[in-house]
Nanobody, 117 residues
Framework: QVQLVESGGGLVQPGGSLRLSCVAS????????MGWYRQAPGKERELVAQ???????NYADSVKGRFTISRDNAKNTVVLQMNSLKPEDTAVYYC???????????WGQGTQVTISS
């Protein structure tokens, strides 16, 4: 059974930081394209950051220079470090793992991030 369990969300003031973690079980994150998506109320889910099995990364333009995705293969964990947070970053953040060749696509349950003063 595959599980992606997110943690680290919360309420923080603008300009603050949060660190989201996604602990995977049932898959090996080293072989998957792992990503963080977010969905704000009334909006579609969007890709925030992604790290491929070769270590290459891509980011949404809106978070470039502020967010960093990383992977710890030993802990089977993917982390999203979020700095200089803005109110528009408020959303539910979801961890995702994709293995295209085997048509595998898994989602976590989401963690709420709220940026407000």
């Amino acid at each position: 059974q595959v599980q992606l369990v997110e943690s680290g969300g919360g309420l923080v003031q603008p300009g603050g930081s949060l660190r989201l973690s996604c602990v995977a079980s049932g898959i090996n994150v080293a072989y998957y394209t792992m990503g963080w998506y977010r969905q704000a109320p009334g909006k579609e889910r969007e890709l925030v950051a992604q790290i491929k099995n070769d270590g290459s990364q891509n980011y949404a333009d809106s978070v470039k220079g502020r967010f960093t995705i990383s992977r710890d293969n030993a802990k089977n964990t993917v982390v999203l470090q979020m700095n200089s947070l803005k109110p528009e970053d408020t959303a539910v953040y979801y961890c995702n793992g994709i293995y295209i060749i085997y048509n595998r696509n898994y989602w976590g349950q989401g963690t709420q991030v709220t940026i407000s003063s």
